[in-house]
């Protein structure tokens, strides 16, 4: 496993894991939008969560899309 770098872990591991309906699916959108799926079991402390994970991953990974929120 020495040889085994971070990255393609987590590459395979997202390639081969798929995820419940509602459980932070992740969707292409319209007009270069993604659209996260959180709905499942949603409570308010879920939905304080999803909001810092989202927000997150657009300055992480999505600095140029718009950030839209349906709750």
């Known amino acids: 496993m020495e040889n085994y770098h971070k990255k ?13 309906p509602g459980r932070f699916s992740v969707f292409p959108g319209i007009q270069n939008t ?8 949603a409570s308010p402390l879920s939905m304080k969560s999803i909001i810092s994970t989202v927000w997150s991953l657009k300055q992480e990974l999505y600095k140029e899309r718009p950030l839209w929120l349906v709750l």
Do not use: H, K, P, V
């Open 8 to 20: 393609d872990f987590a590459s395979n591991l997202s390639l081969n894991y798929i995820l419940q």
């Open 34 to 41: 993604i659209l996260f799926d959180s709905t499942y079991n």
